[in-house]
């Protein structure tokens, strides 16, 4: 099966965004957290020339917004872990699409719903609130078989 590949770093440098490139990758993270907005703009226009996708990543209104102002942004991941305290609120996404969803859905962004998700009831809820796509690590990481673990995500049996 052909799957997409994501480099899950942290950029910060126009490098990493080659390198990702040089070893498969098929889209890169960018956390507005971290990047200004000029830096978000240039390194979303070299994804573009690269012919990779730029998951933007926000936590707050306020990053939402700046992400939003800008042109060509595809896919927004809502993240529901703070990155100053570690602590997951998975009500963040509600709350930021029930503030901006009418316009993300206006631009035809996706958005991916990250962090804290465990159970099938996890990805409902954040699906329920507008999210196309998860972005999960750990509930996966620690399972033995991950096909069958991202099936019971999605609250599906997988017949052996
Ligand atoms: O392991 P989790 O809770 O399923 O989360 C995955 C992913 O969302 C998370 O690793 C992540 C996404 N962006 C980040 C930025 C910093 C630290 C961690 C992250």
């Not at 997409?4 to 890169?28: N, T």
């Not at 993270?29 to 971290?34: F, G, K, P």
């Not at 830096?39 to 573009?48: E, H, S, T």
């Not at 996966?140 to 999605?154: H, N, Q, T, V």
Request: charged share 25%.
């Amino acid at each position: 099966m052909q799957c997409p590949l994501l480099c899950k770093e942290f950029v910060i440098d126009i490098w990493q965004i080659y390198y990702a490139r040089s070893k498969g990758a098929d889209a890169i993270l960018l956390i507005a957290a971290v990047l200004p907005d000029l830096d978000m703009k240039y390194m979303l226009r070299i994804c573009k020339n690269l012919g990779m996708t730029a998951l933007i990543e926000v936590h707050d209104e306020k990053e939402l917004d700046r992400v939003l102002r800008i042109d060509g942004v595809e896919l927004i991941g809502i993240n529901n872990r703070s990155l100053e305290t570690f602590v997951v609120d998975t009500s963040n996404t509600r709350m930021l699409m029930e503030k901006r969803g009418d316009i993300i859905k206006e631009k035809g962004i996706l958005v991916v719903g990250e962090s804290g998700l465990f159970t099938p009831d996890d990805v409902a809820y954040v699906h329920s609130a507008g999210v196309s796509a998860v972005l999960v690590g750990e509930s996966l990481i620690k399972e033995e078989d991950p096909g069958r673990a991202i099936a019971g995500l999605f609250g599906k049996e997988l017949l052996s």
